[in-house]
C-alpha cells in the first residue's frame, strides 16, 4: 500500500509561483513513476507532468516551459514547481505513483487527497 500527500497549494496572484510537493510513504518500490494532474471545476482531471524514478521527465503542452516537475528520493517526495501561473492553472492538484509510464489506467496506481491551487487574476 502507498500512501500520498500533497501539500503547497493555496491562492496566488496571476504570474505568480507556487510549489506544491508530495510525500510518499508506504511500499513505494515497484512504484518507480510519479505524475501530477489537476482536475478544474466542471472539467475532467488532466494529465499535467510526470517523472520517472531516473529523473526522465514529460509535460503537457498547457504547462511545458512554466512548470517543472522533481524528485528527491531519499526523502521520497515529489515537487512541482509551477511559475507564471495565470487563472487558467486553477485546479485540484493531484499527486500518482504508478509502476510504468502510461497515462492511465493499469492496475496499482495510487492517488494522493489532492491540494487546491487558485490563481487569481
Known amino acids: 500500500q502507498v500512501q500520498l500527500a500533497e501539500s503547497g497549494g493555496g491562492l496566488v496572484q496571476a504570474g505568480g509561483s507556487l510549489r506544491l510537493s508530495c510525500a510518499a510513504s508506504?511500499?513505494?518500490?515497484?512504484?518507480?513513476?510519479a505524475g501530477w494532474y489537476r482536475q478544474a471545476p466542471g472539467k475532467q482531471r488532466e494529465w499535467v507532468a510526470r517523472?520517472?524514478?531516473?529523473?526522465?521527465?514529460d509535460y503537457a503542452a498547457s504547462v511545458k516551459g512554466r512548470f517543472t516537475i522533481s524528485r528527491d528520493n531519499t526523502k521520497n517526495t515529489v515537487y512541482l514547481q509551477m511559475n507564471s501561473l495565470s487563472p487558467e492553472d486553477t485546479a485540484v492538484y493531484y499527486c500518482?505513483?504508478?509502476?510504468?509510464?502510461?497515462?492511465?489506467?493499469?492496475?496499482?496506481?495510487?492517488w494522493g487527497q489532492g491540494t487546491q491551487v487558485t490563481v487569481s487574476s
Open positions: 500518482n505513483y504508478r509502476p510504468d509510464w502510461k497515462l492511465w489506467g493499469g492496475p496499482n496506481v495510487y
Open positions: 517523472i520517472s524514478g531516473g529523473g526522465t521527465t
Open positions: 508506504g511500499n513505494i518500490f515497484k512504484f518507480n513513476v
